[in-house]
C-alpha cells in the first residue's frame, strides 16, 4: 500500500505492506490513497525481514532510537524500550538520500501500524535537515497573512502568548508546540506539523516568517531587537539538533545563522496580557514601515 505524507511542502511517498490506521494528527497530512503518478520528494519503502542486529556497535541513544553512523549513511534502530530488541531500523543514505530504507521485523508491524508511528519512524527533524529546514521548539501563529513564531524553553508561556494574539489580534494558531522551518525562493517559511505536544493543534499550513520572538516572563513588558550571537544563544537550544553527528550539527548550524541574518529575532520580556501584544505589534509594524 502506499501514503502519501506532505510535510513542510515535502512529499514523502511510503511503501507500506501492512495497512496504517490514521489518527488525529496526521490527518491534514497524510494522504492514503494518492494518485498513481504522484512525483513525491522522497520515497519510503518498508520490507520485512525475519531478525534484525543485536544492537552491540557503537552509537548514540536518544530515547528508545539507537543513531548509527557508517559508510552508506545514517541508521536508525527504533526500540521498545532502551536497550532492548530492534523492532525497525531506518536507513538514510549518504550519498542517494532520496529513498529511505525501513526494514521491520516480521510480525512486529503493531509497533508501527498507526500514522503517528509512520511520522515517527521517518523522523521529523532528519527529514527537515536533508531538505534544508529546521525543527524549532515554538509557538505558530499567522497574522495578516505572515508566520510569527514564540520560542522559549517549556512552560515560559509560548501558548499563552499566541492565545493572547488570537484574542486581541484574531491571529490563528497553527501550531502549539513546533514549527519546521525551510527556506524557499530565498525567504523563510514556518509551516505547521503533525507534532503538536499539548496544543492538540495539528494545521498543514504555513506563512512566510514575519519574526522570531524569544519569551521571558518579566514584572512589565519590554521588548528588544536581538543581536545575531544573542539570537543564536536562545534559539539553538530550542532546534532539534544531533549534536553527536558532526556534519548534522554543522548544517543546522549553517542553517540557523542563515535564518537568524534574514528572520529578526526579538526579546521580549513580558506579562501574559494585552499589552504584550500591543508592544509587539507596534515593533513589527514599525519593522515592516522601516522596510518599505
Known amino acids: 500500500m502506499q501514503y502519501l505524507y506532505k510535510i513542510c511542502g515535502i512529499r514523502v511517498l511510503c511503501e507500506v505492506p501492512f495497512r496504517i490506521s490514521m489518527q488525529r494528527e496526521s490527518e491534514e497530512f497524510l494522504d492514503i490513497a494518492p494518485e498513481n503518478n504522484v512525483r513525491e520528494d522522497i520515497k519510503m519503502i518498508f520490507r520485512p525481514v525475519d531478525a534484525l542486529p543485536i544492537l552491540l556497535k557503537k552509537g548514540h541513544w536518544e530515547n528508545d532510537r539507537l543513531y548509527i553512523e557508517n559508510e552508506d549513511g545514517q541508521k536508525i534502530y527504533h526500540c521498545p524500550t532502551r536497550n532492548s530488541s530492534s523492532y525497525a ?21 503493531s509497533y508501527m501500524n498507526y500514522s503517528h508511528n509512520l511520522c515517527d519512524l521517518l523522523g ?16 505558530f501563529i499567522r497574522w495578516r497573512g505572515k508566520g510569527i513564531l514564540f520560542s522559549a524553553p517549556s512552560g515560559t508561556g509560548k501558548s499563552t502568548q499566541a492565545e493572547q494574539w488570537e484574542q ?15 527556506k524557499i525562493g530565498g525567504k523563510w517559511t514556518a509551516f505547521g506539523l503533525p507534532l503538536a505536544g499539548s496544543s492538540f493543534i495539528y494545521r498543514n499550513e504555513s506563512a512566510l516568517l514575519e519574526g522570531i520572538v524569544v519569551l521571558c516572563q518579566a514584572g512589565k513588558n519590554r521588548i528588544r531587537r536581538l ?3 544573542e539570537a543564536f544563544r536562545y534559539l539553538y537550544p530550542e532546534t532539534t539538533v544531533h549534536q553527536w553527528h558532526r556534519p548534522s550539527a554543522e548544517k543546522a548550524v549553517s542553517l540557523l545563522m542563515d535564518l537568524i541574518s534574514q528572520v529578526p529575532v526579538f526579546l521580549l520580556e513580558c506579562r501574559p496580557d494585552e499589552e504584550a501584544v500591543r508592544l509587539l505589534k507596534e515593533t513589527i509594524v514599525g519593522l515592516t514601515t522601516e522596510g518599505e
Not at 89 to 109: A, H, I, S
Not at 168 to 182: P, V
Open 89 to 109: 531500523c531506518v536507513t538514510w543514505p549518504e550519498k542517494t538520500g532520496k529513498t529511505v530504507w525501513c526494514e521491520y521485523v516480521r510480525g512486529m508491524e
Open 124 to 139: 521529523l527533524e532528519t527529514l527537515l535537515l536533508k531538505e534544508n529546514g529546521l525543527l524549532l521548539h515554538s509557538s
Open 168 to 182: 486581541y489580534e484574531g491571529a490563528e494558531i497553527l501550531n502549539g508546540d513546533r514549527a519546521g522551518l525551510r
Open 227 to 229: 543581536k545575531p550571537v
